[in-house]
């Protein structure tokens, strides 16, 4: 069974776009979260959703919208896409409390033409 | 704000043998929890270790284990008996112990870590 799944896994599009990245995760964890990693490999956070609830919002522009249904989903919009969003984006999910041990999705790579 | 830093952008070791990796990280915080992750070429992130900073046990995963020194601020992975399959991007994480809602981890900028046969 896949713990934190996300679709597409490739994504391809053209500069202007709106596209969304979607995450689930069946581990019952409370907080799910959305980090993009670079040309460069760095990895950084975008933001954290608790109980649907958004606790951290990096300093990300707005054309990223993230939404969470409930809290085994966690999707990403992106609007207006632009040739700097090119990157892998991961989902995470953990359970507070603990060492609260992050569990990431295969990622999706994001390729903006 | 906390940072991680890993020096070594790249590392190699011969099939068998053991290699270090090694992370730095700077906090105010007395409690936090550390992390090292593998990431594959096929890019999935994957847990290798964890530890928390109250604990003065190094914490130790079948050929994986660490070397944690809280005073020096370094957590370096030590990989003995080192395998083809060990080879990836190693990634030293930091997450803090005040965000009681989850929280976010901060990253190194990883080590390339290649094994030859």
């Known amino acids: 069974d896949t713990a934190v799944s996300q679709t597409p896994k490739y994504l391809v599009t053209q500069m202007g776009n709106d596209k969304s990245i979607k995450c689930e995760q069946n581990?019952?964890?409370?907080?799910m979260y959305w980090y993009k990693q670079d040309s460069k490999k760095f990895l950084k956070i975008m933001f954290s959703?608790?109980?649907?609830?958004?606790?951290i919002n990096e300093t990300v522009p707005n054309r990223f919208s993230p939404k969470s249904p409930d809290k085994a989903h966690l999707n990403l919009h992106i609007n207006s896409l632009e040739l700097g969003d090119s990157a892998v984006y991961f989902c995470?999910?953990?359970?507070?409390?603990?060492?609260?041990?992050?569990?990431f999705g295969p990622g999706t790579r994001l390729t903006v033409l | 704000a906390q940072t991680v830093t890993q020096s070594q952008p790249e590392m190699s070791v011969q099939e068998a043998e053991t290699v270090t990796l090694s992370c730095t990280y700077d906090t105010s915080e007395s409690d936090y929890y550390l992390f090292w992750y593998k990431q594959p070429p096929s890019r999935q992130m994957i847990l290798v270790i964890r530890?928390?900073?109250?604990?003065?046990q190094n914490a130790t995963e079948n050929r994986f284990s660490v070397n944690f020194q809280k005073a020096a601020k370094s957590f370096s992975l030590k990989i003995s008996d080192s395998q083809l399959g060990d080879a990836a991007m190693y990634f030293c994480?930091?997450?803090?112990?005040?965000?009681?809602?989850?929280?976010?981890?901060?990253f190194g900028e990883g080590t390339q870590l290649t094994v030859n046969p």
């Open positions: 581990l019952g964890h409370d907080t």
């Open positions: 994480a930091y997450r803090t112990d005040q965000e009681t809602s989850g929280s976010r981890l901060t």
């Open positions: 959703y608790n109980n649907k609830e958004l606790i």
């Open positions: 530890q928390e900073a109250y604990k003065q």
């Open positions: 995470a999910s953990s359970q507070v409390g603990g060492a609260d041990t992050q569990y």
